[in-house]
C-alpha cells in the first residue's frame, strides 16, 4: 500500500520561497508519476505540479516559471521548489500518484502572508 508523507511548509512573506517533500513508500517509486496538489479553505483540491517516471513535468498556469518539481529516485521522493510566492498560494499542499491515487496524506500547510 502506497503511504505518502508530505513536509516542508510553513509561514513565508509574499516574495519569500519554500521547498515541500513528498516520500513516498510502499510501491515502486521509479515507475509512479507523482503529482503535487493544494486546497485552500473552502475550495476544492487543485492539481499543481505533476512529474513522470521520466522526468517530464506539467503545471498549473498559475504557477509556471515559480515553482519546480523534480525527483529524487534514490530517496524515493519528490520535492516542490516554490519561489516569488504570493498569498494565493496559500493552501495545504497533497502529493499523490495520480495513475492509480493512494490514500492521501496529512498534507503540509503553506501560508503566505506578511
Known sequence: ???LVES???LVQPGGSLRLSCAVSGAIFSINTVAW???APGKQRDFVARISSGG???YR???KGRFTISRDN???TVYLQMTSLKPEDTAVYYC???DSLASWGQGTQVTVSS
Open 1 to 3: 500500500q502506497v503511504q
Open 8 to 10: 516542508g511548509g510553513g
Open 37 to 39: 496538489y493544494r486546497q
Open 56 to 58: 517530464s513535468t506539467n
Open 61 to 63: 498556469g498559475s504557477v
Open 74 to 76: 534514490a530517496k524515493n
Open 96 to 98: 499523490n500518484t495520480p
